[in-house]
């Protein structure tokens, strides 16, 4: 479930912000002028509005890994539309990894129907019987 998690924040990362994950941490100033000097300095236009960009990103990336609401549906979607033949949508929703096993061995999920089932009943809205559901055969419920 962390791994999933972890996963989406480094995609988003590197997908939504490519600079980030290449430059190093800016290191905070270590005596008090320094950090009166670091507040002092005036941004550009520019900079503002790549600041506020970075914000809006970071917090855009917190939202979808959240788990919560609309979110999450959304994310699940994605999930089985894209990754379902590997059953990574089922994880995501709180099953066990052996799923993806599962999934695998039966080749994406007994041929592509299961995760194209899954991905019908997601997209309709019906993610209460995925959620903490182990069970390979969960859409049938």
């Not at 479930?1 to 270590?30: D, N, R, S, W």
């Amino acid at each position: 479930m962390k791994l999933i998690k972890y996963v989406i924040i480094l995609l988003g990362l590197f997908i939504l912000e490519p600079g980030y994950a290449i430059h190093p941490a800016k290191q905070p100033a270590k005596d008090a002028v320094a950090i009166e000097q670091a507040e002092s300095r005036t941004l550009s236009k520019k900079e503002v509005r790549q600041e506020k960009r970075l914000e809006r990103r970071r917090a855009w990336i917190s939202k979808m890994v959240d788990r919560t609401g609309e979110n999450e549906i959304i994310v699940a979607v994605l999930l089985a539309l894209f990754l379902g033949c590997l059953g990574i949508h089922r994880v995501y929703l709180g099953g066990s990894w052996l799923l993806i096993l599962a999934y695998f061995f039966t080749f994406g999920g007994l041929f592509g129907i299961l995760p194209l089932i899954d991905f019908i009943r997601l997209a309709a809205g019906g993610i209460d019987h995925y959620i903490d559901n182990n069970r390979f055969f969960a859409a049938f419920e």
